[in-house]
Each structure stands twice: as C-alpha cells, then as structure tokens.
C-alpha cells in the first residue's frame, strides 16, 4: 500500500524529507512540499523533481485537488505554526494522518524503536510527535537502560553545530529543553529527566554529539546495561545509518561513602552510567555534520513507513 505524503516546511528539514521520501520511501509517494516562501530552495527544488509546490502554506494545501489523495502529512515548521496548521488540517480532514517535527506535541511522543509499534494500536491516534533531534538520538539509550533497571534520573546533553541550527530550532529552544525532558520521562522510562542543548560554533562544523547519563540502583548488572545500548544502537541505525557509540558505555559507582549530587535531588546514591554518541547526517541534501536534523528526517520517514505498513496490515486482515 502507497501512502501519499504533504510536506509542510520548506526549509532544510521538510527539503530533505521530501528528498529521503523520493529516494528511499517504499510506502510513501511525495505529493506536495508546502512553504510560504515563493522562492525558497525547497519549493524551487520541489518543482525541478517533478513535485506539486504551494507557496501558501497549509490554507493553500488543502484547496488543492491534490489534497483530497493526501494520507500523511509531515509538518517541519515550528511549534507555533504546528498549532495552527494541526487545526486546519484537522478541520479539512478529520482523520489525516500528521507527523509533527516540531516541538509542539500536540499529539504523544513517538520515538520509532521504543513506542511506535504500540502507538500503531491506538485508533485516536492520529498526529505523532516525533520529540526532537536530542530525544531521537538519547530517548532510545535512556530505554534501553530502563528495560534492564529502574531509571530515577536521567541527564542529557546535545551538542550541535550552530550552522544546523536553523531559524525554527533558535525560536524553540525553551520549547526542545522541555520537550526531550518530558519524552526522557514518558518514553525514555526515566522518573525524571532533564535535558540541555549546546549550539557549537566550531569551525569546521562538527558532528552531532549527545552524551547520556542515567542513574540507577547500586544493584544494577553492568553487563546487562551495556549490551541492551549496545543492541538499542544497532536497531536505531537501521534507519539512521549515522548514528554510533563515540566510545564504551562507562561506569560510575556512588554510595553512602562518597554520594552522587544531583541538581535537584541532592545527595544520592547508585550507579551512574554515561554513554556517548555521534550522530552524523546521511547528506540528502543536508551537509553530513548536521545529524541533528537527518536523524529528526529519518525517524519521521520510518515512523511513516510504518504507519503505511500497518494500514495495508490491516487492509489484507479485512479483505
């Protein structure tokens, strides 16, 4: 089954979105790319591959003809618009399916290795968050750990080129901390979770660097947490190809001798684990250090995939 796509968003993350869905989808046919920038690179470049473009944002997309075969729709805009564009959407077709790159959340979190399978399930379910770049690349390690110890605490730091911070990302900062804390939480399985972002300035651009630190108890198997990181990359490079360990996952052991201070909990005890990734860009269109955003493209790509698998799932269960 062949799902029609809408992308929302002709800046860098909807323009290589479209590019992936043209290139790699198996289930998705590109449609429209949506900008409300007549002479964007994206809508230019939409055009010269043969794709509708509307440069009237979404009041424009759902007067086309077009609109009306449209099944799935990516919005790669900014938490804000998302808002305005869920409703009108919504308003045009009740049931469209929307997956939302922005930090808004509209709808529950969905991190592809950890929760979509079970938000497939959910009939209600009809806009999906896909978190941010940092709980894309992090929410799975946090998981991960989660799946083999409590996790009462976990902490982590995205570091990302500042020239792959575009316009939507700076306007969203407050919007990503809060988000990929919350996703840490209510996907990661942490108790609670606290996130910071860095836009590096190094010249050359560096890679996507995000660290990992978890807390768990004193009883923890080490070896078991280091082989279900390890087994949790393996599965989140099958569709973000760029995404590896920087280095072990490495161990810390805090007791009543020599506690753990962590903001916001004081002195506390247990074994801390810290894991270290590097997430570099597949270069679509998007230059490979900003893996920030190819990761946000992938997981959005395969999240879609799926849904599209599981429609003709369905349709072969009834038929």
């Not at 605490?153 to 900062?173: K, L």
């Amino acid at each position: 089954m062949t799902m029609k796509a809408a992308v929302i968003g002709s800046g860098n993350i909807g323009t290589d979105l479209m590019i992936k869905i043209m290139r790699n989808a198996k289930h998705l046919e590109m449609a429209v790319m949506v900008g409300i920038d007549p002479e964007s690179d994206g809508l230019a470049r939409a055009r010269r591959l043969g794709v509708e473009a509307c440069d009237t944002g979404v009041d424009g997309l759902v007067k086309m003809p077009v609109f009306e075969e449209i099944d799935v729709v990516f919005d790669a805009t900014s938490a804000k618009a998302h808002v305005y564009n869920d409703a009108v959407l919504r308003e045009a077709k009740p049931d469209i399916q929307v997956i939302d790159l922005t930090p808004a959340a509209i709808g529950p979190y969905c991190v592809p290795v950890v929760n979509l399978e079970e938000t497939l399930t959910d009939p209600e379910v009809n806009n999906v968050n896909m978190v941010t770049c940092g709980g894309q690349a992090t929410v799975p390690m946090v998981a991960a750990v989660a799946g083999v110890t409590e996790v009462s605490y976990a902490e982590i730091v995205a570091s990302i080129s500042s020239r792959s911070a575009g316009p939507g990302t700076r306007a969203n900062i407050d919007e990503f901390t809060e988000t990929t804390s919350q996703g840490l939480e209510a996907v990661g399985g942490a108790r609670r979770g606290k996130a910071i972002i860095i836009l590096n300035p190094a010249e050359p651009p560096l890679l996507m660097r995000d660290t990992v630190y978890t807390l768990s108890p004193l009883s923890a198997d080490e070896a078991q947490i280091e082989s279900a990181v390890n087994a949790m990359v393996e599965r989140v490079a099958s569709y973000v190809p760029g995404y590896r360990l920087k280095q072990q996952v490495q161990f810390e052991r805090f007791d009543d001798t020599r506690p753990l201070n962590v903001p916001g909990l004081g002195k506390v005890t247990g074994l801390k684990t810290s894991i270290f990734l590097e997430v570099e860009g597949a270069a679509h269109y998007l230059p490979a250090y900003a893996g920030n955003l190819d990761i946000m493209t992938s997981a959005a790509l395969a999240t879609a995939e799926r849904f599209a698998e599981h429609a003709a799932e369905q349709a072969g269960a009834t038929a």
